[in-house]
C-alpha cells in the first residue's frame, strides 16, 4: 500500500484544515489508518485512528472534540478534519496503515507511510 497525504498548509488558531490520506497499491478498505504528528524536536505521536469499515475510531486527548476522521473506501481515501485549531497542533502529520484494530498508539505497529504534510497554525 502506497500512502500519500496531502492538505497542509499555513493557518490561524481557531480556523480548520482538512487532510487527505490517499492510498494506492492494494485494497485499502481492510487497514485501519492512524494518523500521527512530529512537532520540531519531539517525538512521533499518535493523533487518531479508524478502523477498517469507520465504524471504530480512536482519538488522542489532546484533539478529542476538535478531529475528526472519516474514510472513503470508495475512494481508498481517509479523511482528518480539524478544528479550533491551537499553536500546539503545529507539526507535521502522517498517515499510516496497518491491519488489525491493537496497539493503535503505537507507530512501530504501522507497516504503511506516507509523507508527511505540514501544518503551521500561527497565533
Known amino acids: 500500500v502506497q500512502l500519500q497525504a496531502f492538505g497542509g498548509g499555513l493557518v490561524q488558531a481557531g480556523d480548520s484544515l482538512r487532510l487527505s490520506c490517499a492510498a494506492s497499491?492494494?485494497?485499502?478498505?481492510?487497514?485501519?489508518v492512524g494518523w500521527f504528528r512530529q512537532a520540531p524536536g519531539k517525538e512521533r505521536e499518535f493523533v487518531v485512528a479508524?478502523?477498517?469499515?469507520?465504524?471504530?475510531?480512536r482519538y488522542a486527548d489532546s484533539v478529542k472534540g476538535r478531529f475528526a476522521i472519516s474514510r472513503d473506501n470508495a475512494r481508498n481515501t481517509v479523511y482528518l478534519q480539524m478544528n479550533s485549531l491551537k499553536p500546539e497542533d503545529t507539526a507535521v502529520y502522517f498517515c499510516?496503515?496497518?491491519?488489525?484494530?491493537?496497539?493503535?498508539?503505537?507507530?512501530?505497529?504501522?507497516?504503511?507511510w506516507g509523507q508527511g504534510t505540514e501544518v503551521t497554525v500561527s497565533s
Open positions: 497499491g492494494r485494497t485499502f478498505s481492510g487497514y485501519t
Open positions: 479508524i478502523n477498517w469499515s469507520g465504524g471504530s475510531t
Open positions: 499510516a496503515a496497518k491491519t488489525g484494530w491493537v496497539r493503535l498508539s503505537s507507530a512501530d505497529t504501522y507497516d504503511y
